[in-house]
Nanobody, 128 residues
Framework: QVQLVESGGGLVQAGGSLRLSCAAS????????????MGWFRQAPGKEREFVAVITGGGSTNYADSVKGRFTISRDNAKNTVYLQMNSLKPEDTAVYYC??????????????????WGQGTQVTISP
């Protein structure tokens, strides 16, 4: 089981930027962050949770079409942290953003059901 804590959400105007962070920790001393694929999802009110981006332990990435070219996912395995840099933000990006961990590090899953550990979420609000 991986424990995840997101931070960095907030309120910004359209066109602005935010950087989300997700710090990971494990219950045992053998926890190896790089062995997990890490994903970002978001959920707006009244909508289903949707895929945003994912990164393998080695740094390969995949993005939802809606954020491609605007968002960048990255990770620092030495700090057990994954980031989501969000630029050119739009009002439709408003949602609670969740960090998630998948126990196989070399894959790029995109379904919420593929991820076994989740953070508590951080609110991102984009004003027009």
């Amino acid at each position: 089981q991986v424990q995840l804590v997101e931070s960095g959400g907030g309120l910004v105007q359209a066109g602005g930027s935010l950087r989300l962070s997700c710090a990971a920790s494990g219950r045992t001393f053998t926890f190896t962050f790089s062995s997990y694929a890490m994903g970002w999802f978001r959920q707006a009110p009244g909508k289903e949770r949707e895929f945003v981006a994912v990164i393998t332990g080695g740094g390969s990435t995949n993005y939802a079409d809606s954020v491609k070219g605007r968002f960048t996912i990255s990770r620092d395995n030495a700090k057990n942290t994954v980031y989501l840099q969000m630029n050119s933000l739009k009002p439709e990006d408003t949602a609670v953003y969740y960090c998630a961990a998948h126990r196989v590090g070399a894959v790029l899953p995109t379904r919420p059901a593929d991820f076994g550990s989740w953070g508590q979420g951080t609110q991102v609000t984009i004003s027009p």
